[in-house]
């Protein structure tokens, strides 16, 4: 029963993204900077295009990842939820709360990051629901490749690094070795994530090149516009 709940939302949420997928285009202004790699970007996902159009020769494969990924995570997210709090009025609501979201949707159909951190949003919250901080060091750790995929794709993403930094002790309430054990375990995965992402971003620029830079140089000639 709990297999066909998830089957079932997982095909409402299919549905929707195939209903959103007129609502961008498949390049929106900033894609051109992923698929050229420009230097204010970091380098897993302009690693991914070049991969798959290596591999394809489609930018439509790009989407077709994107909405595999996608579904997976949302299919786990929905069997995670429907596990540990057992109600299916919990899941249904939540499901369709996601599923439905068209807007949010029609992010997985651009070469843009929204749709992979999405995912990853969706794998993490499986995995806090399902207690993983609380395990041992292999959950740990799973948690913290998640954490530094979300923040080695999108920078702005940096604050759930740091709370979920907070939450391991909070996880581990009593037990000192675990939640040092815990705690490194976690930090070790997200260094690994961002040195491999480093390593990438390095092989093919010199110098990195920070998009807020970009941005307030940007906002400082609207304002000069004006004035």
Known sequence: MNLIAVLSLTAICSLSIYLASEIFPLHEPDSSGYISFHPSRTSFYPAIIQLTMSAFDSEYA???????????????????????????????????GIGLNVYMQAYHTVILTESLAFSLCNLLIAMLVKGWLARGIMHASAVGLVAGLMLALRPALASYVVILLVAVPLFNAGALSKTIRNLAAYLMSVIVVLSLESAIYFSHHSERQSLASLTLLGKGAILTTYV
Not at 75 to 92: C, E
């Open 62 to 96: 790009i989407v077709a990842i994107h909405i595999t990924v996608y579904l997976i995570s949302f299919a786990w997210l929905m069997w995670s939820v429907q596990n540990v709090f057992a109600s299916y009025a919990v899941t249904l609501l939540l499901g369709l």
